[in-house]
């Protein structure tokens, strides 16, 4: 079974970041910042023996290549950014590309989505947008990719090396740039690419056709358990609006669709269970034999959106193993799949993160190892 973690290239200063967010801007600055917004909330979280690391420094990139391989991390699936042959925050996968010390398989996640300061705001404006151009940009993006590619270390399916989209429903001439890509591959003596979506949006939402057209769609979780938990929330929302009259809503000057589904805010962060968000997940049964199931560690975003975020409480190292070892299970059984798409290597201001922390130090690394074992 191939443990697959979410890599967050985040940990190094770039001039953009210092622009938006201040100079020295990392995630490591979200996450000095955060407080305790709850009776037991576990903030602030604290890497072990202050390791606020450098992704510039080949030394940390080697030791979290040598720690998921202890534990048993088959790869990295590192996030990509690409507006229009403007890369950002690419330099951590270049160094790990070119460092032959690294032994962690790896694969590319393009985060194709504008980057906006939605972490600050309920109305973000865009601060870079994302475009995708034409055939010519299409074909400098894959030349960028080919190096990785071409890398004994990329991971495959079928000999075809793996490229993960976060919103294909974004992209407008999706099909044929997928098309032109596999034909460039050929030339390069692939079978192909294999294509595979992360974001929930596009399986709820996306045309059929695109659909159609990817080879894989990943449970990203926990959003994805979230999201299907939201549209049955919905769904009931709606079918009470319907029976409060109008006059209420006149007199209570609300939309009670709006209020009875607005959580957190200033009162404080949306609070979910961790048992019940990974009883959802280990109850989920994939709709076609394109899903490749996913886990999570935890889920904490309030570092970056304080009351305004969501917290699944209750995580430790122990229920982390116990669902993981379930989760393998049914990835064999139910999936009929090698393979779990993690969330997170070092998602550390949304709280999914396998490095080790000040309170459970390796712990959730150990987990990993015995449910793999």
């Known amino acids: 079974m191939k443990i697959i973690s979410f890599y967050l290239p985040q940990f190094h ?65 590192f996030y990509h950014y690409w507006f229009g042959g403007k890369l950002l925050l690419e330099k951590p996968i270049e160094l790990y590309r070119n460092n032959s010390n690294c032994k962690t398989h790896y694969c590319i996640c393009w985060a194709n989505e504008d980057w906006t300061n939605q972490w600050t705001t309920e109305e973000p404006k865009v601060l870079i947008a994302e475009t995708y151009g034409d055939k010519e940009e299409w074909k400098k993006h894959f030349e960028y990719f080919l190096p990785y590619f071409k890398d004994e270390r990329y991971i495959r399916v079928d000999g075809k090396p793996v490229l993960v989209f976060l919103s294909p429903e974004k992209i407008k001439n999706l099909i044929p740039m997928l098309d032109y890509w596999d034909e460039l591959a050929k030339k390069e003596g692939f079978d192909g690419i294999t294509y595979m979506s992360q974001g929930t949006n596009f399986r709820l939402s996306g045309s059929q056709k695109a659909k159609e057209r990817l080879d894989y769609f990943i449970d990203y979780q ?15 929302l709606r079918k009470l609006k319907r029976k409060i009259s109008n006059a209420s809503q006149k007199y209570f000057n609300i939309d009670p669709f709006v209020f009875l589904e607005k ?16 009883q959802r997940i280990l109850n989920q049964t994939p709709e076609s034999s394109k899903v490749i199931p996913g886990a999570f560690v ?7 959106k304080e009351r305004r975020g969501f917290v699944i409480n209750g995580a430790s190292p122990e229920k982390f193993e116990k669902y ?18 993690l969330f997170a290597w070092n998602e550390w201001a949304e709280g999914g993160y396998m490095e080790p922390d000040e309170r459970f130090g390796y712990g959730y690394l150990e987990a990993v190892k015995k449910a793999l074992h």
């Not at 959580?263 to 990974?278: F, K, Q, R, V």
């Not at 935890?298 to 970056?304: G, I, V």
């Open 324 to 341: 993981l070892r379930a989760q393998i299970d049914r990835a064999e059984d139910v999936y009929d799949k090698d393979m779990i798409f």
């Open 13 to 77: 200063c770039i001039p953009e970041n210092d622009a938006w967010w201040g100079k020295g801007f990392t995630e490591w600055v979200n996450m000095k910042k955060a407080k305790p917004l709850f009776e037991g909330h576990y903030q602030p979280r604290i890497p072990l023996d202050n390791n606020y690391y450098n992704l510039l420094d080949d030394k940390t990139i080697e030791w979290q290549s040598a720690i998921a391989e202890e534990y048993g991390i088959y790869g990295f699936c």
């Open 222 to 236: 926990p959003q994805y358990a979230y999201s299907a938990m939201k549209q049955g929330k919905h769904a009931l």
């Open 263 to 278: 959580s957190g805010g200033n009162d404080g962060p949306a609070i979910y269970d961790y048992d019940d968000i990974w």
């Open 298 to 304: 935890d889920w904490d975003n309030t570092p970056r």
